[in-house]
C-alpha cells in the first residue's frame, strides 16, 4: 500500500512537470503570433512611411514587450508548478 | 531601413530607460523580499530583476540590429529572438533551482511586477512624448527623437 502511495505521488510529480512545460510551451504560442503581426505591420509602416520609422519602432518595441509578458505569465505558472 | 535616421536606436533608449527607473524601485524590492522570505528571497528576487532587465535589454540589441540589416533580419531577429530569450530564461531559472538560495514564489512575483510595471511606467512618458513631440525636453548631447 505504500509503495503504492509512494508511485503515485512520483507520478503526480512527473504530470506536474509535464503540465509545466506544456503549459509553457502553449503559452508561447500565442505571443509568438502576436509578435509576428506586431513586428509585420511595423515592417509595412515603415515602408510605406520612412519619416515615421522612429516612432513605429518605439510603439513596436512597447508592443512587442507587452505581448511577451503573456509568455512571461506563462513561464512564471512554469516555475510556480515545478518548483513552490 | 539603412538610412541615416536607423541609426538612432529608441529600442535600446527605452530599454535603458527602464533600467533607470527600476533602480528607484528595485532594492526597496529586494530588501522587502529579504525581509519576507530571507536571504533565499533577496538573491531570487535579485535573479529575477536581472532576467527581466537582460530579457528587454536583449530585445532591444537584437532588433536594433535587425532594423539595421533589413526587413527580413527583423523579422527573423524578432521572432527567433523571442524563441531563444524564452528557452535561455528557463535554462537559467532551471540552472538556478539548483542552488540552495532559490525561492520561487519572489522570482515569480519580481518578474511578472517588474516586467509589467517598468512597460506601463514607460508607456506614460513614451505616450506623452508621441503625443506632444515639442514637449519632449532634450538632454544634453542626445539627438531629438
Known amino acids: 500500500m505504500i509503495e503504492l502511495l509512494a508511485q ?3 507520478a ?3 504530470l506536474k512537470a509535464v503540465g509545466a512545460g506544456l503549459g509553457y510551451g502553449l503559452a508561447a504560442i500565442g505571443p509568438g503570433v502576436g509578435i509576428g503581426l506586431v513586428v509585420g505591420n511595423a515592417i509595412t509602416a515603415m515602408a510605406r512611411q520612412p519619416e515615421s520609422a522612429g516612432m513605429v519602432r518605439t510603439t513596436m518595441f512597447l508592443g512587442i514587450a507587452f505581448t511577451e ?3 512571461l505569465i506563462g513561464f512564471v505558472v512554469f516555475i510556480l508548478l515545478n518548483f513552490a | ?4 535616421r536607423d541609426k538612432r536606436s529608441p ?4 530599454a535603458f530607460d527602464m533600467a533607470r527607473r527600476s533602480l528607484w524601485v528595485f532594492p526597496a524590492w529586494v530588501v522587502l523580499s529579504g525581509f519576507i522570505w530571507g536571504m533565499g528571497g533577496a538573491l531570487s528576487s535579485a535573479l529575477g530583476y536581472v532576467l527581466v532587465i537582460g530579457n528587454l535589454a ?3 540589441a537584437l532588433m536594433a540590429w535587425g532594423v539595421r540589416t533589413s526587413p527580413v533580419a527583423l523579422m527573423g531577429a524578432t521572432l527567433g529572438g523571442f524563441i531563444v530569450r524564452l528557452a535561455v530564461l ?9 542552488l540552495s538560495f532559490f ?6 512575483i519580481t518578474i511578472i511586477a517588474s516586467h509589467l510595471g517598468l512597460l506601463v511606467w514607460e508607456i506614460r512618458y513614451v505616450s506623452l512624448r508621441l503625443a506632444a513631440p515639442g514637449l519632449d525636453l532634450q538632454r544634453p548631447g542626445k539627438e531629438q527623437k
Open chain 1, 8 to 10: 503515485a505521488d512520483n
Open chain 1, 12 to 14: 503526480v510529480d512527473g
Open chain 1, 69 to 71: 509578458a503573456l509568455a
Open chain 2, 1 to 4: 531601413m539603412n538610412s541615416e
Open chain 2, 11 to 14: 529600442e535600446r533608449d527605452i
Open chain 2, 58 to 60: 536583449a530585445a532591444a
Open chain 2, 90 to 98: 528557463a535554462g537559467i531559472v532551471l540552472g538556478a533551482s539548483q
Open chain 2, 103 to 108: 525561492e520561487p514564489v519572489p522570482i515569480a
